[in-house]
């Protein structure tokens, strides 16, 4: 997964942060939440540097939205162009910065979830290489070297710092510490806990795998109960209400004598609702999905 700032047209972070150093000035030295997603992104960008960079894009964007629409509306003839032009520029900037303060956030937690996603399978092809009589550090090797997607670019940190002379248990431990996936940081623990105390590698790997597979299952059941009442709002919202509404609008239509236009607007307007609360539907059902799954 890579980082990058969204509406941003460079992807160069170290240009970014000398074009906005300026504005660093506006930003608070008090840490927040905002400094621990940013570490785990693996950015090199702090949490000041990134506001910094946001509200430098935040003010390029209200004021060449500014220029641009109140010059269209102007044009256009309207009236109060400049207010109506203002406030359009600064809700398309406010929403664009709010995308932006938002993301590390976001980054975090969809990287979370694609690593808790392979976890178990990680876990369980580290057990047979063990059991084969592969060495800790070659199973790493092989997991950062396999397709289990951001478990293996983790792993891939992981090696890279065994290979520059940090011990193990100490590499382990600093990306348990760094990581905002608490599975995925269990399972860090208990490696480096393993060693440390001399214990059967074996034995605490499959803990691990027993751990989480039960976190699974409860999981699982957890979401089969939200999904009932997300399916019984969808047949409301979704088949029964336009269901009723066009036949209702039908019947008005007749009684009344609508014109064509006006009803085949109505229709529209049906069918745009329909198809708001699908997506909404679908995104709700992809945001409530089990992350071990």
Same mark, same amino acid.
């Given at each position: 997964?890579?980082?990058?700032?969204?509406?941003?047209?460079?992807?160069?972070?170290?240009?970014?942060?000398?074009?906005?150093?300026?504005?660093?000035?506006?930003?608070?030295?008090?840490?927040?939440?905002?400094?621990?997603?940013?570490?785990?992104?693996?950015? /090199?960008?702090?949490?000041?540097?990134?506001?910094?960079?946001?509200?430098?894009?935040? $003010?390029?964007?209200?004021?060449?939205?500014?220029?641009?629409?109140?010059?269209?509306?102007?044009?256009?003839?309207?009236?109060?162009?400049?207010?109506?032009?203002?406030?359009?520029?600064?809700?398309?900037?406010?929403?664009?910065?709010?995308?932006?303060?938002?993301?590390?956030? *976001?980054?975090? !937690?969809?990287?979370?979830?694609?690593?808790?996603?392979?976890?178990?399978?990680?876990?369980?092809?580290?057990?047979?290489?063990? /059991?084969?009589?592969?060495? !800790?550090?070659?199973?790493?090797? /092989?997991?950062?070297?396999? @397709?289990? @997607?951001?478990? $293996?670019?983790?792993?891939?940190?992981?090696?890279?710092?065994?290979?520059?002379?940090?011990?193990?248990?100490?590499?382990?431990?600093?990306?348990?510490?760094?990581?905002?996936?608490?599975?995925?940081?269990?399972?860090?623990?208990?490696?480096?806990?393993?060693?440390?105390a001399g214990s059967d590698m074996g034995v605490v790997i499959k803990e691990g795998i027993k751990s989480l597979s039960d976190e699974q299952a409860i999981q699982i059941q957890s979401y089969?109960?939200?999904? /009932?009442? &997300?399916?019984?709002?969808?047949?409301?919202?979704?088949? !029964?209400?336009?269901? &009723?509404?066009?036949?209702?609008?039908?019947?008005?239509?007749?009684?009344? $004598?609508? *014109?064509?236009?006006?009803?085949?607007?109505?229709?529209?307007?049906?069918?745009?609702?329909? &198809?708001?609360?699908?997506?909404?539907?679908?995104?709700?059902?992809?945001?409530?999905?089990?992350?071990?799954?």
């Amino acid at each position: 997964m890579e980082f990058r700032i969204p509406f941003a047209i460079s992807r160069d972070l170290e240009i970014l942060k000398r074009r906005s150093k300026r504005f660093m000035k506006f930003t608070s030295p008090k840490p927040n939440k905002i400094d621990d997603y940013l570490k785990d992104t693996g950015a /090199n960008i702090n949490r000041r540097q990134y506001l910094a960079v946001c509200y430098r894009f935040f $003010s390029f964007n209200l004021l060449s939205l500014s220029v641009i629409l109140t010059s269209i509306l102007g044009l256009a003839g309207a009236n109060m162009f400049y207010y109506y032009g203002l406030g359009a520029a600064f809700l398309i900037s406010g929403f664009m910065l709010a995308n932006q303060m938002n993301y590390p956030r *976001s980054f975090s !937690i969809n990287k979370a979830r694609n690593i808790e996603r392979n976890l178990i399978s990680v876990l369980q092809d580290m057990l047979v290489q063990l /059991n084969s009589g592969v060495p !800790i550090f070659r199973i790493l090797v /092989n997991i950062s070297e396999s @397709e289990y @997607e951001q478990v $293996s670019e983790e792993f891939k940190k992981i090696t890279k710092e065994i290979s520059a002379g940090i011990s193990q248990i100490d590499a382990l431990e600093k990306y348990g510490k760094l990581t905002n996936s608490r599975y995925f940081k269990r399972v860090l623990w208990q490696l480096s806990n393993g060693m440390r105390a001399g214990s059967d590698m074996g034995v605490v790997i499959k803990e691990g795998i027993k751990s989480l597979s039960d976190e699974q299952a409860i999981q699982i059941q957890s979401y089969g109960g939200k999904l /009932n009442p &997300l399916i019984m709002f969808y047949m409301l919202i979704a088949i !029964i209400l336009p269901s &009723l509404a066009i036949t209702f609008l039908i019947i008005i239509s007749s009684i009344l $004598s609508a *014109s064509e236009s006006m009803v085949k607007l109505m229709f529209f307007g049906i069918f745009g609702f329909v &198809l708001f609360v699908q997506m909404m539907f679908l995104g709700i059902i992809k945001s409530r999905r089990p992350s071990l799954l």
